[in-house]
Protein backbone atom coordinates (compact mmCIF):
# COMPACT_ATOMS: atom_id res chain seq x y z
CA UNK A 1 0.00 0.00 0.00
CA UNK A 2 2.76 2.66 0.70
CA UNK A 3 4.44 1.78 -2.48
CA UNK A 4 0.74 2.09 -4.47
CA UNK A 5 0.67 5.86 -2.55
CA UNK A 6 4.11 6.83 -3.39
CA UNK A 7 3.58 5.87 -6.87
CA UNK A 8 0.72 7.61 -7.12
CA UNK A 9 2.02 11.04 -5.27
CA UNK A 10 5.04 10.51 -8.14
CA UNK A 11 2.91 10.73 -10.50
CA UNK A 12 0.22 13.30 -9.66
CA UNK A 13 2.86 15.35 -9.16
CA UNK A 14 4.83 15.17 -12.34
CA UNK A 15 1.46 16.24 -14.19
CA UNK A 16 0.95 19.40 -11.60
CA UNK A 17 4.30 19.95 -13.15
CA UNK A 18 3.36 19.98 -16.87
CA UNK A 19 0.05 21.83 -15.94
CA UNK A 20 2.23 24.42 -14.36
CA UNK A 21 4.58 24.56 -16.93
CA UNK A 22 2.09 24.99 -19.50
CA UNK A 23 0.55 28.32 -17.41
CA UNK A 24 4.18 29.82 -16.83
CA UNK A 25 5.03 29.78 -20.44
CA UNK A 26 6.08 32.80 -22.43
CA UNK A 27 2.81 34.44 -24.43
CA UNK A 28 2.89 34.40 -27.90
CA UNK A 29 3.80 37.39 -29.66
CA UNK A 30 0.51 39.25 -31.30
CA UNK A 31 -0.19 38.35 -34.78
CA UNK A 32 -0.69 40.98 -36.88
CA UNK A 33 -3.95 41.38 -38.54
CA UNK A 34 -4.25 41.31 -42.21
CA UNK A 35 -6.17 44.06 -44.06
CA UNK A 36 -9.69 42.80 -45.92
CA UNK A 37 -8.90 44.07 -49.07
CA UNK A 38 -5.74 45.14 -50.34
CA UNK A 39 -7.24 48.09 -51.90
CA UNK A 40 -8.89 49.40 -48.84
CA UNK A 41 -5.30 49.37 -47.03
CA UNK A 42 -3.60 51.08 -50.25
CA UNK A 43 -6.63 54.24 -50.31
CA UNK A 44 -5.72 54.58 -46.62
CA UNK A 45 -3.17 57.52 -46.08
CA UNK A 46 0.05 56.53 -43.80
CA UNK A 47 -1.17 57.42 -40.08
CA UNK A 48 -0.51 61.24 -38.48
CA UNK A 49 1.66 60.29 -35.85
CA UNK A 50 -0.25 61.80 -31.97
CA UNK A 51 1.96 64.53 -31.49
CA UNK A 52 0.91 66.15 -34.41
CA UNK A 53 -2.54 66.27 -33.47
CA UNK A 54 -3.20 69.08 -31.56
CA UNK A 55 -7.70 68.64 -31.79
CA UNK A 56 -9.30 67.10 -28.83
CA UNK A 57 -12.47 65.94 -27.80
CA UNK A 58 -12.73 69.41 -25.94
CA UNK A 59 -11.25 71.88 -28.65
CA UNK A 60 -12.50 69.96 -32.11
CA UNK A 61 -15.89 71.93 -31.90
CA UNK A 62 -15.40 75.80 -31.61
CA UNK A 63 -17.44 77.45 -28.44
CA UNK A 64 -20.57 77.84 -30.02
CA UNK A 65 -20.59 73.74 -30.91
CA UNK A 66 -20.01 73.01 -27.48
CA UNK A 67 -22.42 75.42 -25.82
CA UNK A 68 -24.69 73.34 -28.02
CA UNK A 69 -23.62 69.84 -27.38
CA UNK A 70 -23.97 71.34 -23.26
CA UNK A 71 -27.43 72.58 -24.26
CA UNK A 72 -28.95 69.34 -25.87
CA UNK A 73 -27.60 67.52 -22.78
CA UNK A 74 -25.39 65.31 -24.62
CA UNK A 75 -22.43 63.82 -22.59
CA UNK A 76 -19.23 62.51 -23.46
CA UNK A 77 -19.41 58.94 -24.85
CA UNK A 78 -17.28 55.90 -26.49
CA UNK A 79 -16.63 56.73 -30.46
CA UNK A 80 -17.01 53.96 -32.46
CA UNK A 81 -16.16 53.69 -36.36
CA UNK A 82 -19.53 53.09 -37.51
CA UNK A 83 -18.95 53.39 -41.48
CA UNK A 84 -16.18 52.96 -44.23
CA UNK A 85 -15.03 56.63 -44.06
CA UNK A 86 -14.75 56.70 -40.48
CA UNK A 87 -13.29 53.10 -40.27
CA UNK A 88 -10.28 54.66 -42.78
CA UNK A 89 -10.28 57.83 -40.55
CA UNK A 90 -9.53 55.39 -37.64
CA UNK A 91 -6.81 53.14 -39.39
CA UNK A 92 -5.13 56.94 -40.51
CA UNK A 93 -5.29 57.49 -36.90
CA UNK A 94 -8.05 59.72 -36.11
CA UNK A 95 -9.03 61.59 -33.18
CA UNK A 96 -12.57 60.08 -32.19
CA UNK A 97 -15.21 62.13 -30.13
CA UNK A 98 -18.69 60.89 -29.71
CA UNK A 99 -21.51 62.58 -27.40
CA UNK A 100 -24.42 61.08 -26.35
CA UNK A 101 -27.94 61.95 -24.76
CA UNK A 102 -28.48 59.16 -21.99
CA UNK A 103 -31.32 56.86 -22.83
CA UNK A 104 -32.33 58.19 -25.93
CA UNK A 105 -30.53 57.74 -29.50
CA UNK A 106 -29.48 60.73 -29.83
CA UNK A 107 -25.92 61.31 -30.42
CA UNK A 108 -23.17 63.70 -32.51
CA UNK A 109 -19.73 61.57 -33.56
CA UNK A 110 -16.80 63.85 -35.00
CA UNK A 111 -13.72 62.53 -36.22
CA UNK A 112 -10.63 64.28 -37.33
CA UNK A 113 -7.24 63.48 -39.19
CA UNK A 114 -4.84 65.57 -40.21
CA UNK A 115 -4.20 65.61 -43.92
CA UNK A 116 -0.96 66.59 -45.49
CA UNK A 117 -0.63 68.03 -49.05
CA UNK A 118 0.71 64.60 -50.22
CA UNK A 119 -2.45 62.70 -48.56
CA UNK A 120 -5.25 65.08 -49.87
CA UNK A 121 -5.59 63.04 -53.33
CA UNK A 122 -5.44 60.00 -51.36
CA UNK A 123 -8.36 61.19 -48.82
CA UNK A 124 -10.54 62.70 -52.02
CA UNK A 125 -10.69 59.04 -53.61
CA UNK A 126 -11.34 57.96 -50.23
CA UNK A 127 -14.32 60.32 -49.87
CA UNK A 128 -15.21 59.71 -53.23
CA UNK A 129 -15.50 55.76 -52.61
CA UNK A 130 -17.14 55.96 -49.64
CA UNK A 131 -19.93 57.78 -51.20
CA UNK A 132 -19.42 61.35 -50.62
CA UNK A 133 -20.07 64.10 -53.20
CA UNK A 134 -18.41 67.49 -52.87
CA UNK A 135 -21.04 70.13 -52.16
CA UNK A 136 -19.46 73.01 -50.23
CA UNK A 137 -23.00 72.81 -48.12
CA UNK A 138 -23.15 73.57 -45.05
CA UNK A 139 -19.31 74.78 -45.40
CA UNK A 140 -16.85 75.04 -47.98
CA UNK A 141 -15.02 71.92 -48.28
CA UNK A 142 -17.99 69.73 -47.27
CA UNK A 143 -18.92 66.71 -48.51
CA UNK A 144 -22.24 65.43 -48.47
CA UNK A 145 -22.34 61.36 -47.55
CA UNK A 146 -25.02 58.82 -47.90
CA UNK A 147 -27.97 58.89 -46.10
CA UNK A 148 -27.75 56.92 -42.95
CA UNK A 149 -30.85 54.32 -42.89
CA UNK A 150 -31.19 54.36 -39.95
CA UNK A 151 -31.76 58.05 -39.22
CA UNK A 152 -32.22 59.72 -42.25
CA UNK A 153 -29.64 62.04 -41.88
CA UNK A 154 -26.41 62.43 -44.27
CA UNK A 155 -23.24 63.10 -42.73
CA UNK A 156 -20.99 65.42 -43.71
CA UNK A 157 -16.83 65.52 -44.10
CA UNK A 158 -15.31 69.12 -44.02
CA UNK A 159 -11.71 68.86 -46.04
CA UNK A 160 -10.17 72.05 -44.95
CA UNK A 161 -7.16 73.68 -43.05
CA UNK A 162 -5.53 70.83 -42.74
CA UNK A 163 -7.56 68.24 -41.83
CA UNK A 164 -10.05 65.71 -42.85
CA UNK A 165 -13.41 66.05 -40.10
CA UNK A 166 -16.20 63.83 -40.29
CA UNK A 167 -19.61 65.01 -38.33
CA UNK A 168 -22.44 62.74 -38.15
CA UNK A 169 -24.84 65.84 -37.69
CA UNK A 170 -24.62 67.98 -40.88
CA UNK A 171 -25.49 71.36 -38.57
CA UNK A 172 -22.18 70.69 -36.36
CA UNK A 173 -20.06 70.89 -39.75
CA UNK A 174 -20.51 74.83 -39.12
CA UNK A 175 -19.57 74.69 -35.43
CA UNK A 176 -16.06 72.78 -36.01
CA UNK A 177 -13.16 74.76 -34.41
CA UNK A 178 -10.60 76.18 -37.26
CA UNK A 179 -7.58 73.72 -37.85
CA UNK A 180 -4.59 74.54 -35.75
Known amino acids: MTRRLALGSTLLAAAAITLLAGCTGTTPAPTTPTPSSTAT ?10 AARTATCE ?13 DGLTPAAA ?3 EPLTTQMVDAGALAC ?9 ALTVF ?7 DETQWRAALAGTGYA ?6 PGAFTGPVDPGTGVSPVAVL ?5 TFV ?3 TFATMLSPAS
Open 168 to 170: SAP
Open 112 to 118: QVRVTPA
Open 98 to 106: AWGKPQTDI
Open 59 to 71: TVLAAEGNAKVAG
Open 80 to 82: DAF
Open 134 to 139: ETNDPV
Open 160 to 164: AGGTL
Open 41 to 50: AESTPTPTPD
